[in-house]
């Protein structure tokens, strides 16, 4: 999945009379945080930081072809 594909933003707030709009982070980041504390909650899983982490957002980039955002 390309990088550009996150999903959009998973906790979009409106604009209010006293802030402007905001984002939030985008659905891959959230997805990818999730597979990350599962993986993180099950003391079988090895490798190094930074394998686990690529492999959290492998996760959440299969989670959003599931979903139907693979563009």
């Not at 594909?5 to 409106?14: I, T, V």
């Amino acid at each position: 999945m390309s990088k550009g594909n996150d999903g959009g933003p998973a906790f979009p707030r409106p604009a209010s009379q006293h802030s402007e709009p905001q984002e939030g982070m985008t659905i891959r980041d959230w997805l990818a945080g999730q597979a990350l504390a599962g993986m993180l909650a099950c003391p079988s899983i090895g490798g190094s930081i930074d394998g686990i982490s690529r492999f959290a957002y492998e996760y959440a980039d299969a989670m959003l072809r599931a979903r139907g955002n693979d563009e």
